[in-house]
């Protein structure tokens, strides 16, 4: 089967890129030919308050990777849909994520499939409702969506956000995000601690990954503020890059005296140091406030991390309450309970032995599998 993938990938950084190469790579380990064609121009800089969308790491091994679609130029649509026509794939997977990208993404298909009516227009689809909604989301999803001849989503909440635009009722399942298992071994946790300049008579909660607002990290903060929390050895690792302004969390720590007990990386962090902060951790928090599902989940069961996650979303689909972590509510006092209760109970070991088996439902091949499964539905 020959297969292009039309989204976001090297030399763009982020857990979106990572997914489509891994993806990529485990289609590519299965024998289908593979080609990813990703952009010239991703965003417009008002839609990226990021310091760079760009990576320091080296590219990917093993695949083909194009650099054609301009996502503002609709003379450039017309265009890579007439190239990815002439390379007569069988399947054309969109990894869709914004609203922004429906008109981009809806062209291309288009002129893509009045070529070759033949080839399969597959929306990966990761978002369908954005975390952060806009005006764009009323207006562009329904052409992205009636573009494609199915759909493969990564939580259940998302096939049901698909419905809402799909009034013919195309194929859709639903497949978990797989486990990101290409950022390193784990390491011990005195060696982690060590490469990161942190004490070693400390127990970590880490945040991790881009701070947005709907990651609810000030409700995190909150949490921290609980006495249970704030007189014990225990501290918040934050380690991202901000989007926007940091400035009303900084002002939230001084208000809650919370100086000594958080500390910020707050920059990008590369490939190669990820797995220094989820083996320094004892447990990975994700307070998000919406969600559909979460890189960081899958990053902290690669590294078998316990995790308390928010009951919102498709987080409590991939988090057994009890099993490999908690579900709680999103409000600073649930979080507190959950956070205090780990370390009360000292579950970390019984949660780190029920991971190991619990991630095997997580394999990249099990991704693949569903998309054949829609692509043969169709």
């Known amino acids: 089967m020959r297969i292009v993938v039309i989204g976001t990938a090297y030399p763009y950084r982020g857990g979106l890129a990572a997914f489509n190469e891994r993806l990529s790579q485990q289609f590519v380990a299965e024998g289908e030919t593979v080609e990813i064609v990703t952009f010239t121009l991703q965003y417009p800089g008002f839609l990226f308050p990021g310091k760079t969308q760009f990576s320091d790491d080296a590219a990917p091994v093993g695949l083909s990777i194009s650099r054609k679609v301009n996502s503002c130029n609709p003379f450039n649509w017309v265009s890579v849909g007439r190239s990815v026509a002439a390379l007569k794939p069988d399947v054309v997977l969109f990894a ?21 009516p033949s080839t ?9 409702i954005p975390h952060e909604p806009n005006v764009m989301d009323k207006l562009f999803p329904s052409y992205f969506v009636h573009a494609m001849d199915g759909f493969v989503a990564l939580s259940q909440s998302v096939v049901d956000d698909i419905a809402l635009f799909d009034k013919k009722a195309k194929p859709k399942a639903f497949s978990p995000h797989p486990i990101y298992d290409h950022y390193g071994k784990i390491l011990p946790r005195e060696e982690a601690l060590q490469r990161l300049s942190l004490p070693t ?7 991790f990954g881009f701070i947005r607002a709907y ?9 921290m503020a609980d006495e249970r929390l704030k007189t014990r050895n225990v501290k918040l690792l934050v380690a991202g890059e901000f989007y926007g302004s940091p400035d009303p969390y900084m002002n939230q720590v001084k208000a809650l005296g919370l100086e000594e007990n958080v500390i910020f990386c707050s920059d990008y962090i590369p490939n190669d140091e990820v797995n220094r902060y989820f083996s320094a951790a004892d447990i990975v928090a994700q307070p998000y406030k ?4 979460s890189g960081v989940s899958q990053v902290a069961y690669h590294f078998e991390k316990p995790m308390v996650v928010t009951n919102v979303g ?3 689909e991939i988090v057994p309450d009890g099993k490999v972590g908690y579900v709680v509510e999103p409000n600073p006092t649930s979080i ?6 780990f370390f009360t109970k000292g ?13 095997q439902k997580y394999a990249w091949s099990k991704m693949t599998d569903t998309v054949r499964k829609v692509v043969n539905g169709i």
């Open 120 to 128: 399969k227009m597959i929306g990966l689809v990761h978002n369908m």
């Open 215 to 223: 990651k609810g990290l000030d409700l995190l903060l909150s949490a």
């Open 96 to 116: 869709y994520w914004m609203s922004f990208m429906a008109p981009c993404f809806g062209t291309i298909a288009r002129v893509a499939k009045r070529a070759n």
């Open 347 to 359: 579950l970390g070991l019984d949660f780190e032995q029920n991971m190991k088996a619990e991630k």
């Open 290 to 293: 919406t969600a559909t599902q």
């Open 314 to 316: 498709g987080l409590s």
């Open 201 to 207: 008579d400390c127990r970590y909660i880490l945040f």
């Open 336 to 341: 507190a309970d959950a956070l205090d209760a």
